[in-house]
């Protein structure tokens, strides 16, 4: 990701589009991405001899679920790091320049700990976003895989 001028400003636009969907329409995106006749995920995984059906297998709803949910989400992650990497003063890159220091000493030893504070954050927002994710997978999977409804003629 470039780290000034209109590339960083052009990138951090587009990487930021998933957030501006609401969770409803992600859903539904994912529904029809999934769908294995007119979803590239779904045409893909069966062409690939793969069986499918985030609507009858348990397993591939959680996945398809946790997949779409970091689809959605990694975005504000990635704000957030970006944001706190650019408050780094230019300082300590000069410094780490001059004592010759590798890109991951730069990154061990500067970086990561200038993001702790930005990281706990965007774990925060993770976490407490988690608790509130309801709305994506009933739109995706209705209610559940294999949901079924409760006969009337059952005696």
Do not use: C, E, N
């Given at each position: 990701?470039?780290?000034?001028?209109?590339?960083?400003?052009?990138?951090?636009?587009i990487?930021?589009?998933s957030l501006l969907i609401p969770w409803n329409v992600?859903?539904?995106?994912?529904?029809?991405?999934?769908?294995?006749?007119?979803?590239?995920?779904?045409?893909a995984l069966a062409a690939l001899g793969v069986d499918y059906s985030y609507t009858g297998n348990a397993r591939d709803a959680r996945l398809t679920v946790l997949v779409m949910d970091v689809w959605h989400w990694t975005p504000l992650v990635a704000l957030l790091c970006y944001a706190g990497l650019r408050a780094i003063?230019?300082?300590?890159?000069?410094?780490?320049?001059?004592d010759g220091a590798s890109k991951l000493a730069v990154f061990r030893y500067i970086q990561l700990p200038k993001?702790?504070?930005?990281?706990?954050?965007?774990?925060?927002?993770?976490?407490?976003?988690?608790?509130?994710?309801?709305?994506e997978p009933f739109v995706l999977t209705g209610g559940g895989?294999?949901?079924?409804?409760?006969?009337?003629?059952?005696?």
């Open positions: 990701m470039p780290a000034k001028g209109w590339k960083a400003s052009a990138v951090l636009v990487v930021a589009i992600v859903g539904t995106i994912w529904q029809i991405y999934g769908r294995t006749d007119i979803g590239l995920l779904g045409a003063p230019d300082a300590y890159y000069r410094a780490a320049r001059i993001l702790r504070g930005v990281l706990m954050i965007a774990v925060l927002l993770r976490f407490m976003d988690s608790f509130m994710i309801y709305t895989p294999a949901m079924r409804r409760p006969s009337s003629a059952s005696t």
